[in-house]
Nanobody, 113 residues
Framework: QVQLVESGGGLVQPGGSLRLSCAAS????????IRWYRQAPGKEREFVAQ???????TYADFVKGRFTISRDNGKNSVDLQMNNIGPEDTAIYYC???????WGLGTQVTVSS
């Protein structure tokens, strides 16, 4: 039973933008906060941003002012708008249901010129 599906990753140049999307089943989307994480090669998975069902947002310090998380109620999805991307943002990006052990399979973001 697939509950979270990420999309939108790809290759982007430094300073560019990318929009990731996490499609969730309706029950998940309407009930739980959704979090984005990322894992760079050789590093631990780290928290990026969260949005609650009421639209309250939280960000990791390293993305404040560059990334924006939002909910698309029509699509049951949580999007992550990434601006001014740098090489340090290269990672696999995952979405997660709150603090539960329910994750998507991830989408690769590669930042390179």
């Amino acid at each position: 039973q697939v509950q979270l599906v990420e999309s939108g990753g790809g290759l982007v140049q430094p300073g560019g933008s990318l929009r990731l999307s996490c499609a969730a089943s309706r029950g998940i989307f309407n009930t739980y906060a959704i979090r984005w994480y990322r894992q760079a090669p050789g590093k631990e998975r780290e928290f990026v941003a969260q949005i609650t069902t009421r639209g309250l947002t939280t960000y990791a310090d390293f993305v404040k002012g560059r990334f924006t998380i939002s909910r698309d109620n029509g699509k049951n999805s949580v999007d992550l708008q990434m601006n001014n991307i740098g090489p340090e943002d290269t990672a696999i990006y995952y979405c997660r249901v709150g603090l539960m052990d329910i994750w998507g399979l991830g989408t690769q973001v590669t930042v390179s010129s």
